[in-house]
């Protein structure tokens, strides 16, 4: 079974706080992502990676940045937190385009 | 543009009675399709998806879908639901020719006892 472990699962961070949220699989997929979850907006892709040391930019990528690196290991950074950045986030990997992307149980951020 | 449309942002049925959670996408090649569903604190996970074939495909835990063309619909069913049901569902769209994937905003699915 896929496995895709996020940490903190849990985090309070005051507003201009550094944050990072970590993400490691050992699915030995290529493709990892990072998403955010909020109400009335589902899932969006914040960015993704194909590989150690790659990174593509997602759909809403502003006060993120990442960082991929190794290929189990997959970072989101939140150099000054605001609190629209309080959210729900998820990583997930896949092998591949058109396959079954695995997600972690969420990091919930909230910034005050 | 590619696009996942899922009408219903909430679904109320009894236990034991039939479900459909509608899907539309939006996208003139060939898609890969998924449900995944989300249970309350938990991450996303897989139902059941659609590469090519028989357009009926068969998923975890009684569900089904089926994929039309022709409707550019992928509807999730179910015969009789239970309580346990009761989740957070995503219809999801898989490009091959970007490598992007598409989530719909998911359908709340409430089984009433």
């Known amino acids: 079974e896929a496995a895709v472990t996020q940490s903190p699962r849990n985090k309070v961070t005051v507003t201009g706080g550094n944050v990072t949220l970590s993400c490691r699989q050992t699915n030995s997929h290529n493709y990892m992502y990072w998403y955010r979850q909020d109400t009335g907006h589902g899932l969006r892709l914040i960015h993704y990676?194909?590989?150690?040391?790659?990174?593509q930019i997602g759909d809403v990528p502003d006060g993120y940045k990442a960082t991929r690196t190794t290929q189990e290991d997959f970072f989101l950074l939140l150099e000054l937190a605001s609190p629209s950045q309080t959210s729900l986030y998820f990583c997930?990997?896949?092998?591949?385009?058109?396959?079954?992307?695995?997600f972690g149980e969420g990091s919930r951020l909230i910034v005050v | 543009a590619q696009s996942v449309t899922q009408p219903d942002a909430r679904v109320t049925v009894s236990e034991g009675a039939s479900l459909q959670l509608r899907c539309k996408y939006s996208y003139s090649g060939t898609p890969y399709l998924f449900w995944y569903v989300q249970y309350p604190r938990q991450g996303l996970q897989l139902l059941l998806k659609?590469?090519?074939?028989?357009?009926v495909v068969q998923g975890v835990n009684g569900f089904e879908a089926e994929f039309s063309k022709s409707n550019s619909s992928f509807h999730l069913r179910k015969a009789s639901v239970h309580w346990s049901d009761s989740a957070v569902y995503f219809c999801v769209l898989s490009v091959n020719s970007n490598n992007r994937i598409f989530f719909g905003d998911g359908t709340q699915l409430v089984v009433k006892p």
């Open positions: 659609y590469y090519s074939g028989d357009p």
């Open positions: 997930a990997s896949s092998s591949g385009s058109g396959n079954t992307l695995y």
């Open positions: 990676s194909y590989g150690a040391g790659n990174l």
